[in-house]
């Protein structure tokens, strides 16, 4: 799942990061894996649900620049290229405000395509946080993936009625 977040960074990172003048060649590779760790590192630290049903929505509504943990995931990689490969602060801010934000939006879709990219935004949380997601659906390995179908089913964000929240009950919500 991980590479296939990589190969995703890299095909939204030529323009803004191998075509960036800023950007020394010999760092292009290793700045878009800085974007890799910087999204899973964001990804798992979304504990609470709410976090996570925010992100969502601000995918669906592709409004995922003004989500908090976007805007995290985004000040983070602009902190780490600057200290890491010495970027300018403009020129680091500019890179992740473009190429976190469509990376996002791009898993999300993903997702919304009735998993005929193979990936989405859901499963990639679930690996990251330890809830597991198997089929879309969340295993009992305890977690965020785990909390959220027990947790989601008591607030109301059982789309399908099965008794727990999934990433069937996420697509539902993109519907």
Known sequence: MLDELFNLIKQNG????????AVPNEHNEAVMQEAQTSIVDGLSNLRDPSQVD????SVRNGQTESNPAVQQISNNFT?????KFGINGSTA???AAS???MVLSKLGNRGNQGGSGGFDLGGLIGSLTGGGMSGGNATSGGGLGGNIGGMGAKLGLDKD?????DLNDLTKMFK
């Open 54 to 57: 925010s992100l969502f929505e």
């Open 161 to 165: 009625g099965d008794g727990d929240v």
């Open 99 to 101: 190429l976190i934000p």
């Open 14 to 21: 030529q323009q803004t990061v191998v075509e960036n003048e």
């Open 93 to 95: 801010a500019s890179i």
């Open 79 to 83: 902190g780490n290229i600057m200290q």
